[in-house]
T-cell receptor
Framework: QQQVKQSPQSLIVQKGGISIINCAYE??????FPWYQQFPGKGPALLIA?????SEKKEGRFTISFNKSAKQFSLHIMDSQPGDSATYFC?????????????FGTGTRLTIIP | NAGVTQTPKFQVLKTGQSMTLQCAQD?????MYWYRQDPGMGLRLIYY???????DKGEVPNGYNVSRLNKREFSLRLESAAPSQTSVYFC???????????FGQGTRLTVV
């Protein structure tokens, strides 16, 4: 059972365009939603994260939009650049006094073309 | 800062062989994790350790064992490797609250 569903599986965007990746979750107990970025041959690295008390968080060109009622959250990359080409994973966890575990989506391979 | 270090980076095993994947972190983190990454499956949690001396099963623990040797080190053992265990394995660590999990570079394991 996939607790965090991610789409699309792959995405091609022109340089300067907006990249949008969507995730949906089932467990309403989730209260932390990070996005991880992974380059080939490297481990994932935290990109941006949000908690459900806010509907949007922006860091530079990266924005998370969060819809608690729909149990959905998305990553928007504005002015996409070739250096953004990577695999992106959404994730979710439940705060549990140091016993948290991240549940990941299946990943989106993003390619930015010139 | 080294962060999370995994050894080896690559390994080829024959079916039935055993091996231990090593992981060490130098960030004084309490929690450590082992994930496997397979195409189209994302990262799936194998085992985790919330603190030194404790370990718990994750989503896909069958065929694996772990040891939290001390606060720094968390090893993953395959007792009898199977082709289904061909994957990229990532170790990660985090502070008491998983506001940021730091990942190692991964171990690419092939079982033939």
């Amino acid at each position: 059972q996939q607790q965090v569903k991610q789409s699309p599986q792959s995405l091609i965007v022109q340089k300067g365009g907006i990249s949008i990746i969507n995730c949906a979750y089932e467990n309403t107990a989730f209260d932390y939603f990070p996005w991880y970025q992974q380059f080939p041959g490297k481990g994932p690295a935290l990109l941006i994260a949000i908690r459900p008390d806010v509907s949007e968080k922006k860091e530079g060109r990266f924005t998370i939009s969060f819809n608690k009622s729909a149990k959905q959250f998305s990553l928007h990359i504005m002015d996409s650049q070739p250096g953004d080409s990577a695999t992106y994973f959404c994730a979710a966890s439940i705060s549990n006094f140091g016993n948290e575990k991240l549940t990941f989506g299946t990943g989106t391979r993003l390619t930015i073309i010139p | 800062n080294a962060g999370v270090t995994q050894t080896p980076k690559f390994q080829v095993l024959k079916t039935g062989q055993s091996m231990t994947l090593q992981c060490a972190q130098d960030m004084n983190h309490n929690s450590m994790y082992w994930y496997r990454q397979d195409p189209g499956m994302g990262l799936r949690l194998i085992y985790y350790s919330a603190s030194e001396g404790t370990t718990d099963k994750g989503e896909v623990p069958n065929g694996y064992n772990v040891s939290r040797l001390n606060k720094r080190e968390f090893s993953l053992r395959l007792e009898s490797a199977a082709p289904s265990q061909t994957s990229v394995y990532f170790c990660a660590s985090s502070s008491r609250s998983v506001t940021e999990a730091f990942f190692g570079q991964g171990t690419r394991l092939t079982v033939v």
